[in-house]
Nanobody, 124 residues
Framework: QLQLVESGGGSVQAGGSLRLSCAVS????????MAWFRQAPGTEREGVAA??????VSYADSVKGRFTISKDNAKNLYLEMNSLKPEDTAMYYC???????????????????WGQGTQVTVSS
């Protein structure tokens, strides 16, 4: 079973950047679909970005062109966030799933295992 630990959150001004990291430990990291989700107070958790075991990636429309998801061979998942907006303020969660999600042309995300989250706050 994978364990996921996020880091890199913080407070920035609008237009700034942050890089989130997710340290992954456990079994067969490379065969998992990985993703970032976020949840703001009073809202449902939403998918932000995902990367499948074959390297394919997906982004929510609200972050396309500003956020980049990546992973390395050292079992770390990243989310590079640029041009941050106040509406990006949320708790960000790393997620993993052994199953690849359906990909029918729209955005797709995956997650059945979750980290504890890291807070991102963007001020105007």
């Amino acid at each position: 079973q994978l364990q996921l630990v996020e880091s890199g959150g913080g407070s920035v001004q609008a237009g700034g950047s942050l890089r989130l990291s997710c340290a992954v430990s456990g079994y067969t990291y490379s065969t998992y679909c990985m993703a970032w989700f976020r949840q703001a107070p009073g809202t449902e958790r939403e998918g932000v970005a995902a990367i499948d075991s074959d390297g394919s990636v997906s982004y929510a429309d609200s972050v396309k062109g500003r956020f980049t998801i990546s992973k390395d061979n050292a079992k770390n998942l990243y989310l590079e966030m640029n041009s941050l907006k106040p509406e990006d303020t949320a708790m960000y969660y790393c997620a993993a799933d052994l199953r690849s999600p359906p990909k029918d042309g729209g955005s797709w995300f995956c997650g059945s295992l979750w980290g504890q989250g890291t807070q991102v706050t963007v001020s105007s």
